[in-house]
């Protein structure tokens, strides 16, 4: 339904239902956020582009956040975010 708010802790249980049951096998997951940097643009200049990190092992140790300092997959995205793109992302 559109206007419909949700808060974030039901897009996180989402995000983790979705991942459990669509990438169940392998790494398609990686193909997925990739194709996802090709579609934002990645590598034409002057497109959005979104980058992949992989945060291997032990994280980033001397991080200020403690997410980043535990193993995990970061994505960034450095394309422009407007305030119809919050409204969208949380409807």
């Known amino acids: 339904m559109p206007g419909l708010r949700q808060p974030l802790s039901a897009h996180i249980q989402q995000i983790r239902n979705d991942l459990r049951e669509r990438y169940k096998g392998g ?5 997925e956020l990739m194709q996802n940097a090709d579609d ?3 590598g034409v200049k002057g497109a959005s582009a ?3 990190v992989l945060l291997l092992a032990k994280g980033i140790p001397d991080s200020h956040h403690v997410l980043l ?7 960034v995205n450095d394309g422009d975010f407007t305030a119809a793109d919050a409204i969208s992302i949380s409807s």
């Open 40 to 42: 934002a643009g990645g």
């Open 50 to 52: 979104s980058e992949l």
């Open 27 to 31: 790494f398609p997951i990686l193909k």
């Open 69 to 75: 300092q535990t193993p995990g997959l970061c994505l």
